[in-house]
């Protein structure tokens, strides 16, 4: 049976898909199959190798329970590893409670989101907020299967975003937070430094760059005093979808994908997009209705940068400049970045993209707090990090690869610039990954849970252990 993700650009065939009903079913089906490779597929919605193999694929979609518990004062939820994040918020609301971050997308499956870092905005990755993980791996110098914990030091900051390599993660167990209202209102600024500077009054904003008319449109957020939603909070829900996770991407789909017309797509940013933000004031409503969105109504492709705050600007900027000469062959860049780029040997691969590609997305800026682990893309230091998203609607894909290639390569030594682990990578990782100072001390890890290389694949073994096959 062939196994494909949501954005159709991962397709393989597993010898064996294993749907286990319990945590003890599943032990039982890998100690008598003993497959060579197992790897687990989430809910797909991820644009990275990371579930591919050919031999053991395992599906957690009936491990889904949630459990709300008291401890030492503190409310906790104890989380099946197949449960849907949308799920798991439903649940939690009804205890008056909430997850500590909540991302873009409730459709992942909580292993799946944590194990790649997965972030909203303002806030740490969910990663960040793990307290234990049950996990199916091998004893060291055992042929057997068994269920462990992992709850503390070292061995938990590597677990908490880990991508698979240390096992199968069955049992998540998380703090929750009282579920509180949040506040959402838009402006518009011409400048970078404007639409940042808005942070300091709204924690939790993102903000987009709207390609064509190179403006940035702040969506506000602040957590809100109020004790009750807007009267019309309902009503704002309406509008944006049908005005954003409706209407803005058929635009998208009719200009850029059927029509594949620049004219067109110049013409829906400047002009048509910006007349729907709302512009009258804030609205208030529940933390999950507001920091999420309906991203997966229609197919697409994610890459997603990371760089440290104090870079984002000048990254900003560059990656502004490099879509229009993309899109129009207008060359911005210095003299200086010139002869960077003809050091790294990426002068050819610039010049190649000289009218080549219109992007046809906003470019979305999210704020991560550093990460207590090892290898999720915000993990480090007490620093700052901000995301940079470019998503495409158009296929084949080939052109905005090549974009997307050199953005990642030039950015990643120009900036320090790493990738999120489940959107988009490049074959052309090394730039990026010498990018974690932990990564050795997480391989060590990884090497003690699974002395085997059983929870590996070819992806991992080229990004994590720069082992090429």
């Not at 193999?53 to 709300?68: I, P, S």
């Not at 234990?132 to 791996?137: A, K, N, P, Q, R």
């Not at 903000?207 to 969506?219: A, I, M, N, R, V």
């Amino acid at each position: 049976m062939q196994v494909e993700n949501f954005g159709r650009n991962v397709r393989f065939e597993p010898r064996t898909i294993c749907i286990p009903g319990s945590v003890s079913e599943l032990i039982e089906t890998i100690n008598r199959e003993k497959p060579e490779h197992i790897r687990v597929i989430a809910s797909g919605h991820a644009w990275s190798p990371l579930i591919e193999t050919d031999d053991f694929l395992v599906d957690l979609k009936f491990l889904n329970q949630v459990e709300v518990f008291e401890e030492h004062g503190e409310t906790l939820v104890r989380i099946g590893g197949g449960c849907q994040i949308k799920h798991l918020i439903e649940i939690l609301n009804q205890s008056g409670v909430t997850l500590p971050s909540i991302g873009l997308i409730t459709e992942q499956r909580i292993a799946g989101a944590i194990s790649t870092g997965t972030h909203g905005s303002g806030k740490h990755s969910l990663s960040h907020y793990v307290r234990s993980l049950s996990i199916v791996c091998y004893e060291e110098e055992s042929e057997e299967a068994v269920l462990k914990t992992i709850d503390a030091g070292p061995e938990l900051q590597a677990a908490r975003c880990s991508l698979g390599c240390l096992g199968i993660i069955v049992e998540v167990v998380m703090p929750c937070i009282p579920q509180y209202l949040v506040a959402e209102g838009w402006t518009v600024h011409e400048k970078f430094e404007d639409a940042f500077q808005r942070e300091a009054i709204s924690p939790l904003q993102q903000f987009f760059l709207l390609p064509h008319s190179w403006k940035y449109y702040c969506q506000e957020r602040v957590v809100s005093q109020r004790t009750s939603r807007s009267t019309f909070a309902w009503l704002y829900s309406i509008y944006w979808w049908l005005c954003f996770d409706l209407g803005m991407h058929l635009g998208i789909l009719l200009s850029a994908r059927w029509c594949r017309s620049k004219t067109l797509v110049r013409f829906l940013f400047r002009r048509v997009v910006p007349i729907f933000v709302p512009r009258w004031g804030a609205t208030t409503d529940r933390s999950d209705r507001i920091l999420t969105m309906e991203h997966e109504l229609f197919r697409h492709l994610e890459l997603e940068l990371f760089v440290l705050g104090e870079s984002l600007s000048a990254a900003a900027d560059y990656v502004k400049r490099v879509l229009r000469f993309a899109d129009s062959g207008t060359d911005t860049l210095t003299d200086d970045e010139k002869r960077q780029l003809e050091e790294w040997g990426l002068d050819v691969a610039y010049q190649s993209l000289r009218e080549s590609y219109t992007h046809h997305y906003p470019i979305c800026f999210r704020k991560i707090k550093a990460d207590e682990t090892m290898i999720s893309m915000s993990s480090g230091s007490e620093v700052t990090w901000y995301s940079l998203s470019l998503i495409t609607y158009v296929e084949p894909r080939g052109r905005f690869y090549d974009l997307a290639t050199f953005l990642t390569r030039s950015m990643a030594r120009m900036y320090g610039a790493r990738i999120h682990w489940g959107k988009w990578f490049p074959k052309e990782h090394v730039e990026v990954i010498s990018n974690y100072p932990r990564l050795e001390e997480f391989r060590t890890v990884a090497q003690k849970y699974d002395p085997r290389e059983v929870f590996r694949n070819e992806f991992i073994d080229r990004v994590i252990f720069d082992n090429e096959q």
